[in-house]
């Protein structure tokens, strides 16, 4: 039977998840594969900590090298997150000939570039469907199942964070600061929660996926980002009486040879199976030429659903699979977010008087903005009443320059909010 052997440096929560699956589930990999995958050392910088798994002292060590550069390991997979030393310790073990496994989205979004040059000119294998959607094999089913296929698009709820707030919010009414707070209490946001809530986390995945669907060079820093702060109880509401829901949505498409890469808080039709992806869970819809739309759905992060896709590539890579060369080398232009369009959802704080409606639907007029629905709340005795419009679809540089005439408006008080709306409308 053939032996692997294993190095895994980070002992933390991903970590955890990984050693218990190599060890609990070791008979059963070597029953499926034919492989014995056999953990050989641990290193992290605290190896004093409990942990919910017990090791040898002989496993674990504080010193990452003495496990890459070790000749007994085959693969090694790094656990630790950020850019550096992970970069380094990456870097390091392909010039020792080690394949590598990481789940690090964040280091492969932004040196990623560098990182698979390497592993191309050392001949050695990186895999990383941890990166994105955690338990969810997208990575795999990208590369492999729909191989066939031009990308069309994709659609991702990729943050379990945002999605649960999100989803809190929409079944309880409650305002963002209190869903964050009970997500926060549950373990589900880190006590400084800004990767989620700014979008970024979100990013780092959709550059991945983007260069996967595409070949284009990993892009981190070309795309548009925008996070889910000021979005408030009552535009989710307003949404609903729209029939749409809100989601964080991480957004690539391909149009007349131009890509888009955003992430931004989206309005979707309420009918649709991924606006019924509710709590921590993610799904990506993605559409193939060939195809056609297809969704995955599952838990994106957590101990165990993580550790899964890191032993998925850990034994794709014993099993000495051929994997697609990771040159990301097409030439697309990155639409910049200005020029995109798409449909909108505008909430005006307006001065309850006469002839307000007719003030704003003149600035959208002249700047091309068509609008489709309205809503407008009874009468105020403070004066100013919330005004809610739907429109049909326009140029985002449009947008801009309208809004900003708008809020200059004197029947308008406070700043405009919009949000940008996906799907067929009703």
């Known amino acids: 039977m053939k032996q692997v052997r294993i190095g895994i440096i980070g002992f933390g929560t991903v970590g955890t998840g990984t050693i218990k699956i190599l060890l609990n589930q070791r008979e ?58 992970a970069k380094d310790f990456i870097i390091e073990a392909f010039r020792n000939g080690k394949h590598v496994v990481t789940a690090n989205k964040a280091l492969l979004a932004e040196e990623g570039n560098d990182i698979f040059l390497e592993a191309r000119q050392k001949g050695v294998k990186l895999g990383f469907e941890a990166s994105v959607g955690g338990g969810i094999p997208i990575i ?15 659609y991702g709820i990729i943050n379990g964070t ?27 946001a880190e006590a400084d929660p800004t990767l989620d809530i700014e979008g970024i986390d979100s990013a780092h995945k959709l550059t991945i996926l983007a260069s996967l669907a595409y070949g284009i060079p990993l892009s981190f820093n070309k795309v548009y980002c925008e996070g889910i702060t000021k979005i408030t109880a009552q535009d989710i509401a307003f949404a609903g009486e729209f029939g749409y829901k809100i989601k964080l949505l991480a957004i690539t498409k391909i149009l007349d040879g131009e890509i888009e890469l955003r992430v931004h808080p989206t309005m979707i039709p ?64 990155i639409k910049p977010v200005q020029e995109i369009e798409s449909r909108y959802y505008f909430r005006f704080t307006a001065l309850d008087s006469p002839g307000v409606l007719s003030k704003i639907s003149g600035v959208f007029g002249r ?51 919009f949000i940008r709306v996906e799907g067929e409308e009703y």
Request: no cysteine.
């Open 28 to 85: 059963l990999i070597k029953k499926r594969t034919g492989i014995d995958l056999i953990l050989k050392k641990v290193a992290d910088k605290d190896i004093e900590k409990p942990r919910e798994i017990t090791l040898s002292k002989e496993i674990l060590t504080t010193d990452a090298m003495e496990l890459i550069k070790n000749p007994e390991i085959d693969i090694v997979v790094e656990l630790i997150g950020g850019i550096h030393p």
């Open 270 to 333: 309420d009918n649709y199976l991924i606006s019924k992806v509710d709590g921590v869970f993610n799904a990506i819809y993605v559409e193939g030429d060939s195809v056609g739309p297809t969704l995955y759905y599952g838990r994106g992060a957590g101990s165990m659903p993580t550790g899964s896709a890191v032993v998925a590539d850990i034994v794709d890579i014993a099993k000495g699979s051929e994997t697609l060369p990771f040159d990301f080398s097409e030439k697309y232009n």
């Open 162 to 188: 945002t999605n649960y707030i999100f989803t809190k919010m929409t079944d309880e009414k409650i305002d963002f600061q209190d869903a964050l707070r009970q997500a926060q209490d549950l373990g589900y």
């Open 140 to 154: 795999k089913v990208m590369r492999e199942g729909l191989v066939a296929n031009k990308m069309l698009a994709i």
């Open 367 to 417: 700047h091309n903005i068509s609008i489709a629905s309205v809503i407008q709340k009874g009468r105020s005795k403070a004066g100013a009443v919330p005004l809610v419009i739907l429109t049909h679809k326009a140029r985002e540089n449009d947008v801009l320059d309208a809004v900003d005439k708008i809020d200059k408006l004197p029947v308008v008080a406070g700043k405009s909010v």
